[in-house]
């Protein structure tokens, strides 16, 4: 398939040949179109060796092809990596004064920004708001991811690894069957518009007096990613998100709480606003009968050196469980739960899920292998996601988060109505 790549003027420019050599492996026709800021960083010569085709930046170079045009009508896809909040904005305002923009405006194929700048630049209002604009008219814009940036600056704003960009980019390619002239390609990016989603994540923290708690391995990430792939594909996200030090994607409403508790009252105030309920969050199963209003002290009495306080568990709510029985009967919202599971000797880890999903009676269980190095903090994950209707299961990974929070999202989708 023909793909154009393009690419603009950030130090992650030399991430953007990693990607075209997957593109060209994967025997796509490949055409870089790189901006003049782009060739700062890395060098015509460069991008037309690993394509295999001459490199321009401009409309007047083989007019008599007419580039600006013909380059976004033949292309099967378009993918910019890395976006610079400077191109970003371009493309928002539909402006045409380089042949990359120029391009943007008359292909008729999936589009995908995956963006890259300093976190301060990510998460200025204007260029938030132009992703916004860039998601509503269809576009794919990939989260950026957290880490080391320029110089010693850490954050959010860092180019995704091409191996991730390649997975969406590919997925897309196999979606699509042509461009389709005069209007925007109905692809993934905009398969949820108009839906609302409500998704928590993280792990609660179950308080037993002003310093400890009882809590869990979860990081979050897979519930983020789940936020943010919702949001690119057109949905109203909101993110329930419990004790998770990340940041959600563009246009995710967050709302923060701690514990079980907290986080049952603030669902209940949300599901009527939902279409879909994804609860990826890791609630605790019990918690203490007694908070301690003051820190509980060791003893030092002469004979108690080894005593230790017993602390008396009580259950928290089902949610997912309390969230089906407050349904009953109707088909919307469409549930779905998630189970991290380890596996028992002689017991696998479907045969665990398909019991756990019988009790809960949601639409989806999305049964999750975890364990010690496993999941808990990782980018990758894997999953099996079982349906109350019978049908088969969908296993997906070892694979990275938004890959699996794809997945799940297809799956809740073709039980939409």
């Not at 393009?6 to 901006?35: C, M, N, Q, W």
């Not at 949001?231 to 959600?248: E, F, P, T």
């Not at 799956?411 to 109505?417: C, E, G, I, K, P």
Request: include cysteine.
């Amino acid at each position: 398939m023909k793909v154009v790549l393009g690419v603009s003027g950030g130090i992650a420019a030399y991430k953007a040949a990693l990607l075209l050599r997957l593109f060209t492996e994967s025997g796509h026709d490949v055409t870089v179109v790189p901006t003049s800021a782009a060739l700062e960083f890395v060098g015509a010569p460069t991008w037309a060796a690993l394509s295999g085709k001459p490199v321009q930046t401009d409309v007047w170079t083989n007019v008599s092809a007419v580039p600006h045009v013909r380059l976004g009508q033949q292309a099967d896809l378009v993918v910019i990596a890395p976006a610079t909040a400077d191109l970003l904005a371009r493309a928002a305002a539909g402006l045409a004064d380089d042949l990359l923009t120029a391009t943007l405006l008359t292909a008729r194929c999936p589009v995908v920004f995956a963006p890259a700048m300093h976190t301060e630049m990510w998460d200025h209002p204007a260029t938030q708001a132009n992703v916004d604009l860039l998601i509503q008219r269809g576009c794919h814009v990939i989260p950026p991811a957290a880490g080391r940036l320029t110089g010693a600056d850490t954050g959010p704003g860092r180019l995704p690894e091409p191996e991730d960009i390649f997975a969406v980019c590919r997925r897309l390619l196999t979606e699509h069957r042509g461009p389709v002239r005069g209007a925007a390609e109905p692809s993934r990016a905009g398969d949820y518009a108009g839906r609302r989603v409500l998704i928590t994540a993280g792990g609660t923290r179950e308080p037993l007096d002003p310093v400890r708690f009882l809590g869990n391995r979860s990081s979050g990430k897979q519930g983020y990613a789940l936020a943010a792939r919702a949001a690119a594909r057109g949905a109203s996200v909101r993110l329930i998100s419990a004790n998770a030090d990340l940041s959600a994607a563009p246009g995710v409403d967050v709302i923060r709480v701690g514990s079980a508790l907290e986080m049952q009252e603030a669902i209940r105030g949300h599901t009527d606003w939902a279409d879909v309920i994804v609860m990826a969050a890791a609630v605790a199963d019990y918690r203490p009968a007694v908070y301690a209003e003051s820190k509980m002290k060791k003893t030092h009495a002469p004979g108690t050196e080894n005593d230790a306080p017993t602390i008396t568990l009580v259950r928290n709510p089902d949610i997912l469980a309390g969230l089906v029985a407050d349904r009953g009967a109707a088909t919307s919202p469409v549930i779905v739960g998630f189970a991290a599971e380890t596996g028992e000797p002689g017991r696998s880890v479907h045969e665990l899920g398909r019991e756990k999903l019988a009790r809960k009676g949601c639409d989806l269980l999305v049964v999750n292998e975890v364990g010690v190095d496993v999941t808990f903090g990782r980018d990758e994950n894997t999953v099996h996601i079982l349906r109350q209707d019978g049908g088969p299961p969908i296993d997906a990974g070892p694979a990275r988060k938004e890959i699996i929070a794809d997945a799940v999202l297809d799956a809740a989708r073709d039980l939409l109505v």
